[in-house]
């Protein structure tokens, strides 16, 4: 049979219905269902296969006497975690899980599992994030961490249907890269035929060339790399960034735009994932706009530091703890601001960059750009770098460049963030850390 629409696709798949697709009123339907094998319980005279796909679970019921002999020893034998296809025939019961059972007519051992296990599926045996990691693919079967990633999946469809409704152009630009976006911060060099290339550790430069090109609003979600050697709960050396770049705006409608899409995913995530967020036993609180204000001055004084100092940890913690929701820190000391940054024209020393904070940690970063050629080739200059690595980038800037402003947000802090994660490491599916470059 030829594949001419979805139906048909399913159609010709090894199952007839998932988990989910099935209800009590189904009573006398012959199904085909695939999965995992969670759990065997033997209990002599019968004996319940609970078998595991994406959405949930299915008690697969066996009475002695009932079904083939053969098909009854089979399945008293299979070994947890291998992978069955069960043809039956569902059996409205109160008593199951789901409000019914199936009467296998077939079963069949698609691939077996090896035993043991390296982790716990069911989560009765906890095990350390490490461990976890390392069987990335088993934790994943865990219903907690399978939560984690079907909430990642649905904020990032939060975000691109509120970019994709407020104008924004996806774009994607290269990550192997010629010049460090800002010089200094560390970047991992990398091997390019006779060059020196770096992974890029940033959008930057990029998104704002597509502000010379015209295309006004522009975003990207994609991989940014950071060579930071410290390893804490909250960096990862391979990030996914949220960037925004929009043009005939100010810092001040890219923080609009930002604290409205940090809610409207808030709403996504609790409108859409109600079970996700029950199996990991959080409650959002969708955050109201607009965001508190709070001006670098105020956050270094409740933080305890120096004027021209960036915040740390504990200066963050002290400044979240007081205002206990999403703030922005405005105003800041231009000298530890990237050079793009435009600055007050009456107060150079402080420029047009903001933080978004949660109570926790910070989870973006932006600001209002410098759009000025020759102002943008003096910044880079008085910060020591040289503007030959910048030409390209420089270019844009001659020939017709309108005042823009942008963002870029951390995915995974926001992610760590919104479900209350200890660990940063627990929302991307393969962390790369300093320890750790496999799996
Ligand atoms: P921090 O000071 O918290 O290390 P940053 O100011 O160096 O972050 P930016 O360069 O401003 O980070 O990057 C924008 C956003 O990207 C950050 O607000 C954060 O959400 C995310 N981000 C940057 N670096 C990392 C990292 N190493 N691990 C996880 N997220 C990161
Ligand atoms: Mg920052």
């Not at 005279?45 to 089979?74: H, P, W, Y």
């Not at 984690?148 to 890269?177: D, M, Q, Y």
């Amino acid at each position: 049979m030829r594949i001419r629409s979805r139906r048909d696709l399913k159609d010709n798949m090894l199952r007839t219905h998932y988990s989910r697709e099935i209800t009590p009123d189904d009573d006398g339907k012959n199904v085909v269902i695939a999965g995992w094998v969670h759990e065997i319980r033997d209990l002599g005279g019968i004996a319940f296969l609970v078998l595991r796909d994406r959405d949930g679970f299915v008690q697969v019921t066996l009475s002695k006497g009932k079904v083939d002999e053969k098909l009854f020893n089979l399945v008293r034998s299979i070994a947890r975690e291998s992978v069955v296809l069960v043809s039956g025939v569902v059996k409205r019961e109160d008593k199951a899980p789901n409000g019914y059972e199936i009467i296998p007519s077939e079963l069949q051992v698609l691939n077996k599992a090896e035993s043991p296990l390296p982790l716990d599926v069911t989560g009765k045996v906890s095990a350390d994030l490490d461990t976890r990691l390392d069987s990335r693919f088993m934790d994943l079967r865990r219903q907690r961490t399978q939560a984690i990633f079907r909430i990642r999946h649905h904020v990032l469809r939060a975000i691109r249907t509120f970019l994709e409704n407020s104008g924004f152009v996806e774009i994607n630009t290269p990550k192997i890269v010629a010049t460090a976006t800002e010089g200094g911060t560390a970047l991992f060099p990398i091997t390019y035929f006779e060059q020196e290339a770096f992974l890029s550790q940033s959008p930057q430069l990029y998104k704002q060339i597509m502000m010379a090109a015209g295309l006004d609003r522009v975003y990207e979600i994609g991989p940014i790399f950071r060579a930071e050697e410290h390893d804490t709960t909250k960096h990862l050396n391979e990030v996914s960034s949220v960037d925004i770049e929009a043009s005939f705006v100010t810092h001040e409608d890219v923080m609009s735009i930002l604290e409205l899409l940090v809610k409207s995913t808030y709403s996504h995530v609790t409108e859409r994932c109600k079970h996700e967020l029950d199996v990991l036993g959080v409650r959002l609180k969708i955050p109201k706009v607009p965001f508190k204000r709070l001006s670098y001055d105020e956050a270094i004084d409740i933080g305890g530091i120096e004027w021209g100092d960036d915040l740390d940890t504990a200066a963050e913690k002290l400044v979240g703890e007081k205002i206990s929701e999403h703030y922005f820190i405005v105003d800041w000391p231009t000298e530890i601001k990237p050079y793009y940054i435009e600055t007050y024209e009456d107060r150079p020393e402080i420029c047009k960059a903001f933080d978004l904070m949660h109570p926790r940690m910070e989870i973006a970063s932006g600001a209002q750009r410098v759009h000025s050629h020759e102002l943008l080739l003096r910044r880079i200059e008085a910060q020591g770098l040289n503007p030959e690595g910048f030409e390209f980038y420089l270019r844009a800037f001659k020939y017709g460049m309108p005042p823009h402003a942008g963002w870029g947000l951390g995915l995974e802090r926001l992610l760590m963030t919104m479900l209350d994660l200890n660990n940063i490491r627990e929302a991307i599916l393969f962390p790369r850390d300093r320890r750790r470059l496999s799996p």
